[in-house]
């Protein structure tokens, strides 16, 4: 599903990640982690384009994403949730509607995008909020609803950075327990974590970054 082959990436002459060969299987589940400026988040963006490799290439579902033109990148993040550190939700919209964009994007019908955003919501606890702005939702509210918007379309990849970072550790677990969910009906789920205690026990693959290199892979 996700193939890098000696992938580096640069940031003003400065490596960020250098010769990077890492294989996710479809419907596998798989930790990224390491310290802070590792290259995690910098890995996530080149599978959802958001950046393009220096050198090597990377494959998702069969594309080279690096090469793919401006046009087509939309038709690779239809079928990719992000859960992005800093939320990105739109202040002017409900959280309702922010979740229902992710839907909406797909052609979904609206009785069935309702449907959905209302079980989603349900899943996360957050039911009784829905029509609040993100502003007046707490840090940790405001991650759920990012992490509810990732999920709701039942993407073929999910991408998590840091997802659990505003969250207490019994709604950490509520989050996690989604997300093994939403795997086990088949998406590919890629997590890039710092937590230890996010992955430890869980015998899931985890690669470890560090200075932008792979030091090694284990199952936890």
Request: charged share 25%; aromatic share 6%.
């Amino acid at each position: 599903m996700i193939q890098f082959s000696d992938v580096s990436k640069y940031f003003d002459n400065e490596s960020a990640l250098t010769d990077i060969n890492l294989s996710v299987e479809k419907g596998e589940l798989v930790y990224i982690t390491g310290p802070s400026g590792a290259g995690k988040t910098t890995l996530l963006r080149l599978i959802y384009r958001a950046e393009r490799p220096d050198a090597g290439s990377v494959v998702v579902g069969g594309m080279d994403v690096g090469k793919l033109k401006q046009g087509e990148i939309p038709s690779l993040r239809r079928n990719t949730g992000i859960v992005f550190q800093d939320f990105r939700l739109l202040t002017n919209k409900t959280v309702f509607e922010n979740v229902a964009l992710a839907l909406r994007i797909h052609g979904i019908h609206p009785k069935e995008i309702k449907e959905r955003v209302n079980e989603v919501f349900g899943d996360i606890g957050l039911k009784h909020k829905m029509h609040e702005f993100p502003q007046h939702l707490s840090g940790g509210e405001q991650q759920m609803v990012a992490i509810a918007r990732a999920i709701v379309s039942k993407p073929t990849v999910l991408l998590a950075d840091e997802p659990t970072g505003n969250l207490d550790p019994d709604t950490a677990t509520i989050i996690l327990k989604l997300f093994k969910e939403i795997n086990i009906n088949g998406t590919t789920v890629v997590i890039a974590t710092h937590h230890e205690a996010l992955f430890k026990g869980t015998g899931r693959r985890v690669v470890y970054l560090k200075e932008g290199r792979i030091q090694k892979e284990s199952i936890a």
